[in-house]
């Protein structure tokens, strides 16, 4: 169990640099005289992918320390930031994006990371706001709207 608890973030590491591979298969790699749509994503899965190998060897050979898993409180946090990352794509399309980032924040700096409410609201409404002016007015980026209309 101990030599698979080590190998596993390595087998993660493995199975997520397949993915991006197998995700920007059909891309070009190279476009005349500039890198192509699937130069990066293939340069990131080759670095993920030796380390991921080097990880599996490591765990493979017996030679790592006893695993040091943080303390409850620490758990619980990464816990709920997990779930609010996995949330934000899931939540978006149907609230709209501007919404999603506030609740989203609001949820990870309140909840999660349990910080003052008003300095988190603050926070929140200056991050959502600059969200809001870059990407929707500044840059012109059609973001889902949901159904919340914005």
Partial sequence: MNRFAHAAPGLTMLGLA?????????????????????????????????????????????????????????????????????????????????????????FVTIVALRQPVPQSLIAVAVTTGLAYLIFVRWLGMALPRGVLGF
């Fill in 18 to 106: 397949a993915l991006m591979v197998a995700g920007t298969w059909g891309m070009g790699f190279w476009d005349g005289f500039t890198a192509g749509p699937a130069f990066f994503p293939a340069l990131i899965a080759i670095a993920g992918a030796i380390l991921a190998v080097l990880l599996v060897v490591q765990a493979a050979s017996g030679q790592v320390d006893a695993i040091d898993w943080p303390p409850p409180p620490i758990t619980r946090r990464l816990a709920l930031v997990l779930a609010a990352v996995i949330a934000f794509p899931v939540l978006s399309p149907v609230l709209g994006m501007i919404p999603t980032v506030g609740g989203v924040l609001a």
